[in-house]
């Protein structure tokens, strides 16, 4: 199956990884920056086969998790107003707010729907022209383009009802607010494939420049993770800091211009806090001034919700690469999939949900709530 085992093969894996070795001299902490990574990397154990000078990071790229709690309970609300059908991708429903998640709130006797693109929310609107119809749009660049379409398109076709609850987020200036942290240990990334497709690669050079580290775009299966860490590593021990694309067959460095352009029609840059992280300026995305009616935290006049994270919740650290997700007190006690105290126990994408997916039968390091 094309694209799926030619990337899983385990003899071409072993020569990648005797290259790794190979090439290792000293200690070095890459971060891969996608939580789609992450998962791939703990499932097929690849950080247990590198060589031990080499830490895998796990980053902030799972759009789920760094939703902010403010978010979540804005959503919650609107959820809870009468008369509306709240349609959301289906990870978003057990993501805990303060007090309740959007299951609790269909429970409970609101309309909330799953839906598998943003435009069948917008169907959902002009078949219900007497209700109103929010569609919960979050993710990296990659999700944005489609929800730009969407509300692009009610513009166009003069669909009032419909609105969207945005939190959208940007990945450079992630990377920007890693590498200026005092307590940063990330000496090089392997970025995100899928965003790169979207947006091109013409951000990251300047980044590798300024914080002099390499990024390596990469993608998600096992050799694809190897050959980004592969080049990362050479060029670290060369001492040279640079932009490699190694996912060529899907990333160009112009991007997806027509995506690109829609972007920039419908959205804005702006400030925007981060779960377990806070504010980062200018790492996110708002309705531009011309679309800016279909803002659903402004029809709603929710913006003024404001929520304090769990004290318990140490998902702000794992999101920065301070913490392994099995190095938290709380997790697979307090918090499992079940009864998530934070988002990166709940999304597909957490690390984590990967680390209780498939390390939480291994030894537990000591651990302590400090």
């Not at 200690?27 to 690849?46: D, F, K, L, N």
């Not at 980053?59 to 349609?87: H, K, N, Q, W, Y």
């Not at 200036?173 to 590498?179: C, D, E, G, W, Y």
């Not at 990024?215 to 590593?233: A, C, M, Q, S």
Request: hydrophobic share 40%; charged share 20%.
């Amino acid at each position: 199956m094309k694209y799926l085992d030619e990337f899983s093969n385990p003899e071409l894996a072993r020569k990648l990884l005797d290259q790794i070795h190979a090439a290792t001299t000293r200690p070095w902490a890459i971060m891969e920056v996608c939580g789609g990574q992450t998962h791939s990397i703990i499932r097929h154990g690849i950080d247990q086969l590198l060589p031990e000078q080499i830490e895998m990071i796990h980053g902030p790229g799972c759009p789920v998790c760094v939703t902010p709690l403010e978010i979540i309970d804005r959503a919650l609300a609107i959820a809870s107003s009468p008369g509306v059908i709240f349609c959301s991708f289906g990870d978003m429903l057990r993501v805990p707010g303060s007090e309740k998640d959007l299951f609790h709130i269909k429970s409970e006797g609101g309309d909330v729907r799953v839906v598998y693109s943003p435009l069948d929310a917008l169907a959902i609107a002009e078949a219900n022209p007497d209700r109103q119809v929010v569609f919960f749009g979050i993710g990296f660049e990659t999700t944005a383009p489609a929800n730009a379409m969407t509300v692009f398109q009610a513009k166009r076709r003069g669909i009032e009802n419909f609105s969207l609850l945005v939190s959208h987020v940007l990945v450079p200036p992630a990377i920007a607010a890693i590498m200026e942290s005092p307590t940063c240990r990330v000496q090089a990334f392997l970025a995100a494939g899928h965003v790169c497709s979207v947006m091109g690669t013409r951000e990251y050079p300047a980044l590798a420049e300024k914080y002099g580290v390499p990024l390596v775009v990469t993608g998600f299966e096992p050799l694809d993770i190897l050959e980004g860490i592969r080049r990362t590593v050479l060029q670290l021990e060369s001492g040279r800091h640079e932009l490699e694309n190694a996912y060529t067959r899907a990333v160009t460095a112009e991007g997806n211009v027509a995506a690109q352009a829609m972007l920039a029609d419908v959205f804005e840059v702006t400030d925007r806090t981060w779960r377990g992280i806070g504010m980062i300026p200018g790492s996110g995305w708002r309705l531009s001034p011309a679309y800016r009616y279909y803002d659903a935290e402004a029809r709603f006049d929710v913006e003024a919700i404001r929520t304090a994270e769990s004290s318990i919740c140490r998902s702000g650290e794992v999101l920065q690469g301070l913490l392994k997700p099995n190095e938290c007190a709380a997790f697979g006690k307090e918090c499992t999939p079940r009864t998530p105290l934070g988002a990166t126990m709940v999304s597909s994408e957490g690390a984590c949900a990967a680390y209780y997916l498939y390390r939480r039968l291994q030894q537990q390091p000591e651990v302590s709530h400090a």
